[in-house]
């Protein structure tokens, strides 16, 4: 079954991006640390597939998608490399934080990740400009 057109639309997964990282905001606000990583890479992971759709790719499965966002953004030089790192940092701790969920996640890695996730989005944006 094919999507709503509006979710073809980076538009709506930028704004879907927005909408994770205040979830991720909330989350963290009452100490649920690790769900809030994971709202934290869907949260940029929403933007990298905003930028994809962007060049009229809809990849489904994260891996290709992340793959495709290397080749056509960073390798390209239209996305500096210290973003794909951050996007992968992210992951991995999703994974962690879903998969290994009886290993103690920092409050202070948390915050950087919001950091790094911020700045993540608000290039996407700037790059769809």
């Known amino acids: 079954m094919d999507c709503p057109a509006d ?9 879907l991006a927005g909408i994770k990282l205040a979830h991720a905001r909330q989350i963290y606000e009452i100490g649920l640390y690790d769900d809030a990583l994971s709202r934290l890479y869907y949260a940029m992971y929403y933007a990298a597939k905003a930028a994809l759709l962007s060049e009229e790719l809809d990849l489904r499965r994260h891996s290709s998608a ?29 994974e962690r934080s879903d998969y290994a969920p009886f290993v103690p996640v920092d409050k202070e890695g948390v915050e950087e990740m919001f950091k790094a996730a911020t700045a993540f989005i608000k290039k996407i944006k700037e790059l769809l400009k």
Do not use: C, N
């Not at 073809?8 to 704004?15: G, I, N, R, V, Y």
């Not at 992340?66 to 999703?94: C, M, N, P």
């Open 66 to 94: 992340i793959a495709k966002f290397r080749e056509l953004f960073v390798i390209t030089g239209r996305v500096d490399a210290k973003y794909l790192h951050t996007l992968g940092q992210a992951q991995s701790a999703r």
């Open 7 to 15: 979710m073809k639309s980076p538009a709506t997964w930028l704004d």
